[in-house]
């Protein structure tokens, strides 16, 4: 059986919107891992993380998808879908260094 995605089309190559959680940074929280919204380059944290704003940005905004953005992991996940897939040919580049937090 083949679990789709029905988002994958909209992916679109985004810059970062900040150099870590851009919302955590606002906050002066920290964070674990980086997710990032592949619709708009909102930079958020992993749900892991105490604030889980990649989730929220889902949440406020219904963009679908993200990408495993720090460390950089090469897959993306679809929140309505819920769907896990591959964007190792298509990972973000960092545009600048990542602070470290854990």
């Given amino acids: 059986m083949t679990i789709r ?7 679109r190559d985004v810059t970062p919107s900040a150099l870590g959680c851009e919302d955590c940074l606002k906050i002066g929280s920290t964070w674990l891992h980086l997710r990032l919204c592949r619709t708009c380059g909102h930079v958020g944290c992993c749900d892991q993380s105490p604030n889980q704003h990649a989730t929220k940005h889902f949440h406020a905004t219904r963009h679908p998808i993200i990408e495993g953005y720090d460390p950089p992991e090469g897959w993306g996940w679809c929140y309505v879908d819920e769907v896990m897939f591959d964007l190792s040919d298509r990972m973000t580049p960092h545009n600048g260094p990542i602070p470290r937090y854990y």
């Fill in 5 to 11: 995605c029905t988002h994958v089309s909209g992916i």
